[in-house]
């Protein structure tokens, strides 16, 4: 059975900029270069593992004058990535270095988190995960394998109030509830570290979010197949009276959308068929991939998207 977060999209300002600085400054692998479906003239840019494995993937549509979002209530606050337990030293060096926005470690759910900003304002984290040094790390952006990024920790939700979240949480996603700090509740899936953990903030009277560039778009859900997909979907309309939207071929996964009862987008994707469905595993991200109901305006959308600065990188 698959539970826990499969990916998490978000906006962005200028895609070159997107791309330095989630391979470049995080060393993350950027695992598919490919276009908004509903806006095919925006990219949709996909960052991960090696393999872009459910629970390490990050993706971003990024508009290049798209105006700042504002964090309200009904939103994804944070998104957290994994890293092992003595590298946060390291990365706090690393973001001197690089100019990146960040705040002091601090102890949450007795972990030690790194909270930081990318160049749109995002709101991001490192966690110290004792363990996570035996896992497989990316090391092609120029990180070393023994501080690298290990996939999605968690994230967090800034919500009215958590009761009626945690309720799709534990009985349509997978999740138990784990325990609170402060205002802070941790939902966690059993079975795997990687992208296993959920915590809602409950804060009332907190203001609406305005979605721009920094915001996060959506968080999708593991399902481990179609008829595990369809089940949870089932759950969400006979047990939450949440309907769902039809189900949507995304090329490397299939997804069905709802809004959650404190209106953060949520989806369930399929953890198959995988990013290597259009392109060899030994060279993902690195050419313009389009559905084929697309392929036939190629010229014209490679024509308007902007660049993404890859040759001058690579040079």
Known sequence: MSHGIHHVTAIAGPAARNVRFYTDTLGLRLVKQ???FDDPGTWHLYYGDEA????????????EHAAPGRLGVGETQETV?????????????????????FDPPVKRFGETALAFRDPDGMHLALVAVPGAEAEPGWTGGGVPAEVAIRGFHSVSLLLEEKAPTGA???????????GSEGSTTRF????TG??????IRAVGGFLKPRPGAGSVHHVAFRAADDAAEAAMARRLVENHRIGVTEQRDRNYFRSVYFREPGHVLFEIATDQPGF?????AA?????????????????RIESVLPDLGLADRAA
Do not use: C, M, Y
């Open 34 to 36: 490919t276009v908004n």
């Open 52 to 63: 872009g494995s459910p629970g390490t993937i990050l993706t971003f549509f990024p508009w």
């Open 81 to 101: 990535f994994r890293v092992p337990e003595g590298a946060i030293g390291w990365w706090t060096h690393r973001f001197i270095e690089k100019g990146v926005a």
């Open 168 to 178: 799709v949480l534990t009985d349509v996603l997978g999740f138990r509830e784990l």
């Open 188 to 191: 966690q899936v059993d079975g």
């Open 194 to 199: 990687i992208g296993g953990i959920v915590d």
């Open 276 to 280: 290597a469905v259009d392109e060899p």
């Open 283 to 299: 060279s993902l991200g690195t050419t313009l991939k389009l559905p084929h109901g697309l392929e036939a305006q190629r010229a």
